[in-house]
């Protein structure tokens, strides 16, 4: 099961961290990723982070680099998204998912939150 949290309104520029609580499987072996689905398009995948065993490597897709960062707490079993520089174009649904490989499509995860809106608007 996963199950996130921290999204809200926000200001363009500014700040949130989204959380992601896991379990029923530890983040040691699973690749946890974050995607998000603003309304009338497709899901995107936003960034991943692959299991300990994997040397927890992250990616991002191309928009969000530099602006957003994914981290994980093992020991707890959480997974973090920080979100800087927000814009308007980052208002979505944003869910994070389980998954087996390092990848940002959506069909490499085989289970996922109900999402928490993220709206950036002044």
């Known amino acids: 099961q996963l199950v996130e949290s921290g999204g809200g309104l926000v200001q363009p520029g500014g700040s949130l961290r989204l959380s992601c609580v896991v379990s029923g499987f530890t983040l040691d072996v699973w690749t946890i990723g974050w995607f998000r689905q603003a309304p009338g398009k497709e899901r995107e995948g936003v960034s991943c982070?692959?299991?300990?065993?994997?040397?927890?490597?992250?990616y991002y897709t191309d928009s969000v680099k530099g602006r957003f960062a994914v981290s994980k707490d093992d020991l707890n079993n959480m997974v973090y998204l920080q979100m800087n520089s927000l814009k308007p174009k980052d208002t979505a649904v944003y869910y994070c998912?389980?998954?087996?490989?390092?990848?940002?499509?959506?069909?490499?995860?085989?289970?996922w939150g109900q999402g928490t809106q993220v709206t950036v608007a002044s």
């Open positions: 998912a389980e998954g087996r490989v390092a990848s940002l499509a959506d069909i490499a995860y085989d289970y």
């Open positions: 982070i692959t299991s300990s065993m994997s040397d927890s490597k992250t």
